[in-house]
Every structure is written in C-alpha cells, then in structure tokens.
C-alpha cells in the first residue's frame, strides 16, 4: 500500500448529495437527447449535441428538484431549441415530467 495524500482544491460550491442526484437522474435522460441531434448537418447541431455547451440549473420546490439544462451563447449565430426542464419527485428520484425547449 502507498501513502497517498489528499490534494487541497478550492471549492467553486457544494452540491448536496441528493441534489447531485437528481441532476444525474435528469441528465441520464437529456443525454439520450444529445445523441439524437445530427451533428454532421450544422455547427448548431453539433454544439447542441455536447453537454459542456450548457448551464445546469437545479431548484427544491414542493416535493420536487427541478433541473434546467439551458444552452450557452453559441457564437456561430442564434440557437433554435436544446435544452429541457426536469421534474424529479424527491422521494423516489423518478422523472414527474420533462419539457424540450423549442
């Protein structure tokens, strides 16, 4: 066994555990999105197609997490549609609804 020691990060922000999982329960399901856009017809298609092109947002709210994937500022012009609101029951962590923004 090695000694190993613990590299000392600044920390950007904590996120609960419980709210890490309600954003990977909904990301699961937003990457399946991801792979559908057909990334060799446009730059826009292709930026939408990769999760690191979007802001995620996650709220409580009665009973439920609510998580936003909101698309960057795309500099090759204007973005139509990508991104989607989840609704993840807090008790079960299963999706209630989703939306796909158009």
Not at 35 to 56: G, R
Not at 69 to 86: D, E, H, S, W
């Amino acid at each position: 066994m090695t000694d190993e020691t613990v590299t000392k990060i600044r920390t950007d922000f904590i996120l609960p555990g419980k709210y890490f999982l309600a954003c990977n329960i909904a990301y699961l399901d937003f990457s399946k999105k991801l792979k559908l856009y057909p990334v060799n017809t446009s730059p826009s298609a292709a930026y939408l197609a990769k999760i690191e092109n979007y802001d995620v947002s996650i709220a409580h709210d009665d009973n439920k997490y609510i998580v936003v994937f909101t698309p960057k500022p795309f500099q090759g012009g204007v973005l139509k549609g990508g991104g989607a609101q989840y609704l993840v029951d807090e008790n079960d962590f299963k999706i209630v609804s989703k939306i796909y923004f158009k």
